[in-house]
């Protein structure tokens, strides 16, 4: 069997040690991508509970908390022709019961409702909300008829 070179003899002395040294730099990687996959899963959990926190508030924007609330009562256009017709439109939250003076429609509660009206003459229209407990919540607009 003819001798080794001595350069192969200088590799497998080195095999060892830089396997070690491929293994340890594998670790080092997957260490630091691990350490930065937490990271990113704490930074999107943080993120997504922002969201929820931020969403909750502006569901709390709108309905309160629990006490009746006319949202809006308006109605376009506000100035119209003999036979033309306008569209009133509300939206209430925590209400029981809806209703409108003069009466037009069926009323009901809702976040956001619209229907047309066709006065002969300038009417003054007012929305009356009622929650559970008895309270009221009033608004008013007068549509001009011309």
């Not at 340890?24 to 969201?51: H, P, T």
């Not at 209703?99 to 619209?114: D, F, H, K, Q, T």
């Not at 229209?125 to 008829?145: C, K, M, P, R, W």
Request: aromatic share 8%.
């Amino acid at each position: 069997m003819p001798a080794e070179p001595d350069s192969v003899r200088i590799i497998r002395k080195l095999l060892p040690y830089v396997s070690a040294g491929v293994a340890l730099a594998a670790l080092y990687v997957a260490l630091v991508f691990g350490s930065r996959w937490r990271d990113n899963q704490r930074l999107e959990s943080a993120a997504a509970e922002a969201a929820r926190v931020k969403r909750q508030r502006e569901i709390s924007g709108i309905y309160g908390d629990g006490r009746l609330r006319i949202l809006n009562f308006y109605v376009t256009p506000g100035i119209i022709s003999r036979g033309q017709t306008a569209l009133v439109c509300y939206g209430v939250v925590n209400a029981k019961s809806v209703r409108l003076e003069p009466a037009v429609e069926r009323m009901y509660p809702a976040i956001s409702r619209c229907f047309e009206v066709a006065p002969l003459h300038e009417t003054r229209y007012t929305l009356i909300a009622e929650d559970a407990g008895g309270h009221t919540a009033t608004e008013s607009f007068v549509l001009q008829v011309r």
